[in-house]
């Protein structure tokens, strides 16, 4: 089946470390997205890349870094001068076209102690 | 630049009535689309239906219809027939080139 997996589901760190989640999709999508979600919020944008080896930043971009090596894959760092990182990080592909439709994986709980 | 306001913070449905979720949006895009997402308690946001700009019929995706008003840039979610599982925050999101930008939620709970 097609779709876009995100592990872990749940990922909890130190203060201070750097962290990586992991965003795949066989879609065969172009676009690749971060967004961040806190609770009672909406989906504010971190990252995007439209093509591979390329990407722009969001709206937060601040305390974050992608890579885009792959089709497939767009992985997000969250580093330590994130200053608040707890939340639920969801990644979606779109194959583009005038509107955009955006598919979502299920997402990773990021718990920062 | 896009924007989407959706007003209603939480609504109440009896199970088997129809509900209407509000979304209003402003854009300088000429063309683009709008987009429904159901999130259950699970997170993952689920694609429930779209509309396009230029589209003159208003979508509809079995008990889902996007009640499209470009004049008044509003683009409300109906449901029908609402059912126990529909629970969830439903966002109104607008798309146009490379961006989508999404809307705060709305949290509906439907009662037995």
């Known amino acids: 089946d097609g779709g876009i997996t995100q592990s872990p589901k749940y990922l909890f760190r130190k203060e201070g470390q750097n962290v990586t989640l992991s965003c795949e999709q066989n879609?065969?999508?172009?676009?690749m997205y971060w967004y961040r979600q806190d609770p009672g919020q909406g989906l504010r944008l971190i990252y995007y890349?439209?093509?591979?080896?390329?990407?722009q930043k969001g709206d937060i971009a601040e305390g974050y870094s992608v890579s885009r090596e792959k089709k497939e894959s767009f992985p997000l760092t969250v580093t330590s001068a994130q200053k608040n990182p707890t939340a639920f990080y969801l990644c979606?592909?779109?194959?583009?076209?005038?509107?955009?439709?955006?598919?979502f994986g299920p997402g990773t709980r990021l718990t920062v102690l | 630049a896009q924007k989407i306001t959706q007003t209603q913070p939480g609504m109440f449905v009896q199970e088997k009535e129809a509900v209407t979720l509000d979304c209003t949006y402003d854009t300088s895009d000429p063309s683009y689309g709008l987009f429904w997402y159901k999130q259950p308690s699970s997170g993952e946001m689920i694609f429930l239906i779209y509309q396009g700009s230029y589209d003159q019929q208003n979508a509809t995706e079995g008990r889902y219809s996007l009640n499209f008003q470009k004049a008044r840039k509003s683009a409300n979610l109906v449901i029908s027939a609402s059912q126990l599982g529909d629970s969830a925050m439903y966002f109104c999101?607008?798309?146009?080139?490379?961006?989508?930008?999404f809307g705060i939620g709305t949290k509906l709970q439907v009662i037995p």
């Open positions: 979606a592909s779109s194959g583009g076209g005038t509107y955009n439709e955006q598919f």
């Open positions: 999101a607008i798309g146009g080139y490379q961006k989508v930008t």
């Open positions: 890349s439209q093509i591979v080896n390329d990407f």
């Open positions: 879609l065969n999508h172009d676009a």
